[in-house]
């Protein structure tokens, strides 16, 4: 038993590390450090300006933003930037991602407790794909969008741990926790509460459950309806959003119950996805005792909560009768979870006559075939239009939004393409004081590098123009250090070695000395032989020249440019460059501070694939190792 307990943790690990690898890949490739749309409102100008101003008060994490109070949202977002320094989307992305393998790992421990070893491996597999594979991925790169998994998490918790919970156990205080904050998740944080009261009533008037256990159970799940109630806030510009009709509701609704399955020509037929849990609900409703009862009460809930949600999204954002938003998938996706869990239940607790077992047989065929089928369509769609377009509508912004900052020219931001609505509205938020000086790396302004010492062949470039003023030829380039063959840096201030054919290329150059940074990394971009024999670019202390760190990035750029990242130095500090081969040249940028939770999120990101193939490598291994540890029939 201690070797399958201990496959079983390692398959838990792997499962984690795999939606987080392949969540983070997704956030390298197509998402941002910038902060965009929802943001800019609930966290930068209701939240974070206050907070860097002095002046925030507890009532702002309360604040409703549209219907919501995203309370855990805003101060998991606030603790980020707080303690990074800095305002970093990518960053809050990243530490997201580890919410769904949280959700996954829960899932897989809770269906190991009711399911045949048959099914372990499946699954794993399931939830791997599920929560691993981009399907909701707005919510994936989106930074504000945590409280879609908090949601679906903290749910998840209050409706396994509290129904059947003994009175004051550590299972119900764990229960009331989950059940209590998913009220500050979303609007719809208080249907957990539904869920619990509605299961905790049928236990009881079955009498599977005291009233001395099911009391404090019923009376905290009611306040929590209540308040919940209470408390809904309704905006008036999203009256349009909501269904106009009877209509619309039905075919938004239906449309959701459909997911994955899209463009079905006979669309009744995909309402097979959510038979399983029909058929569970059927029994439960029939009280048919047997094992297994108490996780398919749970099941039960958790597919009557999902049911819950989607009629108040079919109510709430109906309107035109249009498929579900990216940002609504994620309980679409929990949805699909539930009904292969209760298909699995069923296989083990349904009837076990021939008739009965071939149906199912028949129902678990035709599921999986659709789920798979139907899924393939989706991820095709995702992964070749959706987020590529949407990379490079994240691209677009990043670089208007720098030049605009290096410039002032808001021609840079009267385009489509930048992180708010309208460049009227983005620049009121944009130019806050505050905001402005916590901006990510791709975008805050440089550390200026005024030039203490220059000597031989070091020249001073700088393309900072407005965006209808034709660039520099490149005849100039020989004037500016750069070789004819690389392109100046968008609207950026660089220093350069190269000099003309039969020139001497020797030379030195020492900035003045600059103020100790808080710590966290600086990004310079370089170009030519860094790194190499005879040249090199150093940041060294000022008062003993001693040196700190050297500039280079993990790979010679040659005739382009590359990023290189050093540690801030926490003392006062010079940057320094010297070529003393004349064969060789090199260039670099002012650099730009990145905090020290941003550099780290940069990197985890840049690994996320080769975690998420580590993580599938090992999986495999072991769902081997608890076939062949497990006992067999």
Same mark, same amino acid.
């Given at each position: 038993?201690?070797?399958?307990?201990a496959?079983?943790?390692?398959?838990?690990? $792997?499962?984690?590390?795999?939606?987080?690898?392949?969540?983070?890949?997704?956030?390298?490739r197509?998402?941002? !450090?910038?902060?965009?749309?929802?943001?800019?409102?609930?966290?930068?100008?209701?939240?974070?300006?206050?907070?860097?101003?002095g002046?925030?008060?507890?009532?702002?994490?309360?604040?409703?933003?549209?219907?919501?109070?995203?309370?855990?949202?805003?101060?998991?977002?606030?603790?980020?930037?707080?303690?990074?320094?800095?305002?970093?989307?990518?960053?809050?992305?990243?530490?997201?991602?580890?919410?769904?393998?949280?959700?996954?790992?829960?899932l897989?421990?809770?269906?190991?407790?009711?399911?045949?070893?048959?099914?372990?491996?499946?699954?794993?597999?399931?939830?791997?794909?599920?929560?691993?594979?981009?399907?909701?991925?707005?919510?994936?790169?989106?930074?504000?969008?945590?409280q879609?998994f908090? #949601?679906?998490?903290?749910?998840?918790?209050?409706?396994?741990?509290?129904?059947?919970?003994?009175?004051?156990?550590?299972?119900?205080?764990?229960?009331?926790? $989950?059940?209590?904050?998913a009220?500050v998740?979303?609007?719809?944080?208080?249907?957990?509460?539904?869920v619990?009261?509605?299961?905790? *009533?049928l236990l009881?008037?079955?009498?599977? *459950?005291?009233?001395?256990?099911a009391?404090?159970?019923?009376?905290?799940?009611?306040?929590?309806?209540?308040?919940?109630?209470?408390?809904?806030?309704?905006?008036?510009?999203?009256?349009?959003?909501?269904?106009?009709?009877?209509?619309?509701? $039905?075919?938004?609704?239906?449309q959701?119950?459909?997911?994955?399955?899209?463009?079905? !020509?006979?669309?009744?037929?995909s309402?097979?996805?959510?038979?399983?849990?029909?058929?569970?609900a059927?029994?439960?409703?029939?009280?048919?005792?047997?094992?297994?009862?108490?996780?398919?009460?749970?099941?039960?809930?958790?597919?009557?909560?999902v049911?819950?949600?989607? #009629?108040?999204?079919?109510?709430?954002?109906?309107?035109?009768?249009?498929?579900?938003a990216?940002?609504?998938? =994620?309980?679409?996706?929990?949805?699909?979870?539930?009904n292969?869990l209760?298909?699995?239940?069923?296989?083990?607790?349904?009837?076990?006559?021939?008739?009965?077992?071939?149906?199912?047989? $028949?129902?678990?065929?035709?599921?999986?075939?659709?789920?798979?089928?139907?899924?393939?369509?989706?991820?095709g769609?995702?992964?070749?239009?959706?987020?590529? =377009?949407?990379?490079?509508?994240?691209?677009?912004?990043? /670089?208007?939004?720098?030049?605009?900052?290096?410039?002032?020219?808001?021609?840079? *931001?009267?385009?489509?393409?930048?992180?708010?609505?309208?460049?009227?509205?983005f620049?009121?938020?944009?130019?806050?004081?505050s905001?402005?000086? /916590?901006?990510?790396?791709?975008?805050?302004d440089?550390?200026?590098?005024?030039?203490?010492?220059?000597?031989?062949?070091?020249?001073?470039? !700088?393309?900072?123009?407005?965006?209808?003023?034709?660039?520099?030829?490149?005849?100039?380039?020989?004037?500016?250090?750069?070789?004819?063959?690389?392109?100046?840096?968008?609207?950026?201030?660089?220093?350069g070695?190269?000099?003309?054919?039969?020139?001497?290329?020797?030379?030195?150059?020492?900035?003045?000395?600059?103020?100790?940074?808080?710590?966290?990394?600086?990004?310079?971009?370089?170009?030519?032989?860094?790194?190499?024999?005879?040249?090199?670019?150093?940041?060294?202390?000022?008062?003993?020249?001693?040196v #700190?760190?050297?500039v280079?990035? !993990?790979?010679?750029?040659?005739?382009s440019?590359?990023?290189?990242?050093?540690?801030?130095?926490?003392?006062?500090?010079?940057?320094?460059?010297?070529? =003393?081969?004349?064969?060789?040249?090199?260039?670099?940028?002012?650099?730009a501070?990145?905090?020290?939770l941003?550099?780290?999120?940069?990197?985890?990101?840049?690994?996320?694939?080769?975690?998420a193939k580590?993580?599938?490598?090992?999986?495999?291994?072991?769902?081997?190792?608890?076939?062949?540890?497990?006992?067999?029939?």
């Amino acid at each position: 038993m201690d070797k399958i307990r201990a496959v079983r943790l390692g398959l838990i690990a $792997c499962l984690f590390a795999f939606v987080l690898g392949a969540r983070w890949a997704v956030v390298d490739r197509y998402g941002m !450090d910038l902060p965009e749309w929802d943001q800019w409102d609930a966290e930068g100008t209701n939240l974070l300006a206050p907070w860097y101003q002095g002046h925030l008060t507890l009532g702002v994490l309360f604040l409703p933003h549209n219907e919501h109070r995203v309370v855990l949202t805003k101060l998991v977002n606030l603790g980020l930037a707080a303690a990074d320094g800095q305002w970093d989307q990518r960053l809050e992305a990243a530490a997201n991602a580890i919410l769904p393998g949280l959700i996954a790992a829960g899932l897989y421990l809770f269906g190991v407790g009711f399911l045949d070893r048959r099914w372990h491996a499946p699954l794993i597999i399931l939830l791997g794909a599920a929560y691993g594979l981009p399907f909701a991925w707005h919510n994936v790169i989106a930074g504000f969008n945590s409280q879609q998994f908090l #949601l679906i998490g903290l749910s998840f918790g209050a409706i396994a741990g509290l129904p059947a919970a003994r009175a004051w156990s550590c299972r119900w205080w764990l229960g009331a926790a $989950c059940m209590a904050l998913a009220m500050v998740s979303m609007a719809s944080g208080f249907f957990a509460a539904a869920v619990v009261l509605g299961l905790t *009533v049928l236990l009881l008037l079955r009498r599977e *459950v005291s009233w001395s256990s099911a009391a404090p159970t019923l009376v905290l799940a009611a306040i929590l309806v209540l308040v919940g109630c209470l408390t809904r806030v309704t905006v008036p510009y999203h009256e349009s959003a909501k269904a106009q009709s009877i209509g619309e509701f $039905c075919v938004t609704l239906v449309q959701s119950l459909e997911w994955p399955v899209r463009k079905l !020509d006979n669309a009744w037929f995909s309402e097979l996805l959510w038979l399983p849990w029909v058929l569970l609900a059927w029994r439960m409703i029939r009280r048919k005792a047997g094992t297994g009862r108490q996780a398919g009460v749970i099941l039960f809930g958790l597919g009557g909560w999902v049911m819950l949600q989607l #009629l108040a999204t079919a109510y709430a954002r109906g309107e035109g009768g249009y498929p579900p938003a990216s940002r609504y998938i =994620d309980t679409l996706v929990f949805g699909i979870v539930v009904n292969g869990l209760a298909l699995g239940w069923l296989a083990r607790h349904g009837r076990t006559n021939l008739a009965a077992r071939r149906t199912r047989v $028949c129902i678990a065929i035709v599921w999986i075939g659709m789920v798979i089928g139907a899924s393939d369509d989706q991820l095709g769609r995702i992964l070749k239009h959706e987020l590529p =377009d949407e990379g490079v509508y994240h691209r677009y912004c990043v /670089a208007n939004v720098r030049n605009y900052l290096a410039t002032g020219d808001e021609a840079y *931001v009267r385009h489509n393409e930048i992180p708010y609505p309208g460049t009227v509205s983005f620049l009121r938020r944009l130019l806050v004081p505050s905001l402005r000086a /916590a901006l990510p790396v791709s975008v805050r302004d440089p550390i200026p590098l005024p030039a203490h010492v220059q000597e031989g062949s070091f020249q001073r470039a !700088d393309s900072r123009v407005p965006e209808n003023q034709v660039p520099a030829s490149g005849g100039d380039w020989l004037e500016a250090g750069l070789p004819p063959g690389l392109p100046r840096l968008s609207n950026a201030v660089t220093w350069g070695s190269f000099a003309a054919k039969g020139s001497v290329a020797r030379g030195s150059w020492e900035s003045e000395p600059l103020p100790a940074r808080r710590g966290g990394w600086l990004r310079f971009e370089v170009a030519g032989q860094v790194g190499e024999k005879g040249l090199s670019l150093e940041i060294r202390d000022a008062a003993t020249r001693r040196v #700190l760190a050297e500039v280079r990035p !993990d790979k010679t750029p040659g005739n382009s440019w590359r990023s290189a990242y050093v540690r801030a130095p926490t003392r006062p500090f010079l940057v320094t460059a010297r070529v =003393d081969d004349p064969g060789r040249w090199l260039a670099f940028s002012e650099p730009a501070e990145m905090g020290m939770l941003s550099y780290i999120a940069w990197k985890s990101v840049k690994n996320g694939l080769l975690l998420a193939k580590i993580a599938a490598g090992c999986g495999i291994v072991l769902c081997l190792a608890a076939w062949r540890f497990s006992p067999h029939p």
